[in-house]
């Protein structure tokens, strides 16, 4: 089952959610000191965007909880950038890369 899910929310918005403290990666997420929480996805967003897509800085709203990320935004731009988080969430060897690299840019997670 795929943990992120694009739900329309409104004629022109559209949410990116993900359930959180259930995924493959958790144990990874924190035996490197973070919280597997909604705002700890946020910082991995906002990590991926920064790297990875910075042409889409600015165009995402965040309003996770503990237990879901959810991101909002042009469901063009969420759809393009839906395949870039699966791996992280999916992946332990990916998500401690992406911390390492992040930590190592003096990133700080808000979890």
């Known amino acids: 089952m795929d943990p992120l899910n694009l739900i329309d929310t409104a004629p ?3 949410a990116l959610t993900m ?3 259930e995924l493959v990666v958790d144990a990874m997420v924190r035996k490197l000191g973070h919280e597997p929480n909604g705002t700890f996805w946020d910082g991995v967003a906002e ?3 920064e790297t990875e897509a910075p042409t889409l800085e600015g165009r995402f709203d965040y309003d996770s909880e503990g237990g879901m990320f959810c991101a909002y935004g042009d469901r063009a731009d969420l759809e393009a950038r839906l395949s870039e988080p699966l791996p ?3 992946d332990p060897k990916r998500v401690r890369s ?3 690299a992040a930590e190592d840019a003096d990133f700080e997670f808000d979890d």
Do not use: E, N, R
Request: no cysteine; aromatic share 14%.
């Open 88 to 90: 992280v969430v999916t």
């Open 19 to 21: 359930y959180t403290g």
């Open 12 to 14: 022109d918005d559209v």
């Open 47 to 49: 990590w991926l965007v």
């Open 98 to 100: 992406l911390i390492k």
